[in-house]
C-alpha cells in the first residue's frame, strides 16, 4: 500500500469539520495537566519526574476515550464531550507504561533504535480501542506487525507537520525572547489544536493499516 502523507492529512482535516469546537474541548481536557506542567519550574530532576509521573496518570484517565473519539472522526460517526469518560484506566495506565518502558530500553541502544521502537508501537492504542479485551503484548505486536515495512511512511507523516509546529514555536520563541513567560503560554495553546490534527492523521492511516492486514488475511 502507498500511503501518500498529503492524502491523509486532507482525510483528517475533512474528519474534523463540524467537529473543531468539541474536539478542541476534548484536546484541552486531555491535555490539562500537561498545559498546568509547563507553568511550573523544573527545578530539579524530582520535579520532572514527579510531573511526568502525574502526567502520565492522568492521561491515563482518558486515554481510551480520546483514542475512541479520534477513530470516531475518522470513521464518520458523531462525538461528545462525555465520549472521553470511557474508563479502563488501569488497563490504559498499564499500556501507557509498558510501551514507555519498551521505547525507552530501545532508546538506550541509541536514538534511532529508539524512534523506531516508538513507530512500531504507534498503533497499540488503536489496536486497543478496536479490541478492548486482547492483551497489552498482543495489542503491542499487533502494531509491530501493522507498521511492518510502512515504518518509514509514519516517520514521513510524523515529519509532515513540521511547517505545522514551527508556525507555533517560532512566533512563541520570538515572544519569548523578550517576555518568556509568553513562550509557555502561546506554544500550549497552539499544541491543543494542533495535537487532535495530528492524530486524526495517525488514526486515518491506522484505519488504512487495519484494512491493509485485513486483505492480507
Known sequence: MIINCKDIRAEARRSLKGFWKVIILISLVYKLVDIVGD?????????????????TIYGS???????????????????????????RFLKALAINVVVGIYTILWSLLLIIPGIIAAIKYSMTFYVWVDNPNIGINE??????????????????LGLSFIGWIALIFVPAAIVGYWHQQYFTIIASVGMVFLTPYIDLAMGTLYTKLAEEQKTEI
Not at 507553568?39 to 510531573?51: A, D, R, W
Not at 486515554?63 to 479520534?70: H, N, Q
Open 39 to 55: 507553568f511550573i519550574p523544573k527545578s530539579s530532576t524530582l520535579v520532572i519526574v514527579l510531573m511526568s509521573v502525574i502526567s
Open 61 to 87: 484517565f482518558f486515554l481510551f476515550g480520546y483514542t475512541s473519539v479520534i477513530l470516531k472522526l475518522v470513521r464518520g460517526q458523531n462525538i461528545k464531550l462525555k465520549d472521553m469518560l470511557s474508563g
Open 139 to 156: 495489542a503491542i505486536s499487533r502494531s509491530t506487525e501493522m507498521t511492518d515495512g510502512h515504518i518509514m511512511d509514519i516517520f514521513t
